[in-house]
């Protein structure tokens, strides 16, 4: 399983920012609660819920067009994401407080906290999922491109080898009655790079070093 520690980064950096969005919006409508609550809680959750989802589905099988995982695993990896994400980082937040969300301190408020998770799983998953998307597609176009590239130079090289081929001959045509210890030695040189080019052409790789 090969992972782009880069993209999971960068994923990682927007759930942030994603969460002290949320937060923001929380102490909006609950200026009288210290910021401190819905930002833990919004940071915990959130990370919570992009870790097991973002992660998650390397381990699941996935659909070559998307990144995505395919059949049951497109529907059940955001669900469990989304409801492993709010009782992970629920329970990190009250570790942090020393409280229990699901006694009597916090209850009152456990509806509105599992909508708003809910939510934002939801709009989070979209998003990623659009991005993931975004990037296989980018990366096939890519290589769709490189391939485009090749074959123009195959081509490119199929008209000019007999091009050069047939001045070749034409002078080496020349050179034989006029000179036939130099056609000779001309006749060795294209014998050489026939050989050469040949081999060249059957390989699908080659080294830029010199």
Known sequence: ???????K???FLQTLAFCLAIAAIQYTFEPERPYEIPLVYSLCVGTSMWALMDFGRHLMAR?????????????LLPLLGIVGGFLLGTSLADSWFGWSTWGAHGRGRLPTSILIAALAGIS??????????????????SEASRQASEA????LETQLE?????NTLANLRA?????????????DHLNNYLRVTLAASRATAH????
């Open 162 to 166: 007999p091009h050069m081929l047939f």
């Open 175 to 187: 050179l034989i009655t006029l000179d036939p210890p130099r056609a000779v030695e001309m006749l």
């Open 9 to 11: 980064l960068a994923y």
């Open 152 to 155: 123009k130079l195959k081509l």
């Open 207 to 210: 080294p830029l070093a010199c």
């Open 63 to 75: 659909d070559s067009e998307t990144g995505w995982p395919t059949g049951a695993g497109r529907i």
């Open 124 to 141: 989070a998953t979209y998003y990623f999922y659009t991005r993931i998307k975004g990037s296989y597609l980018h990366a096939k176009i």
């Open 1 to 7: 399983m090969k992972i782009d520690w880069l993209t």
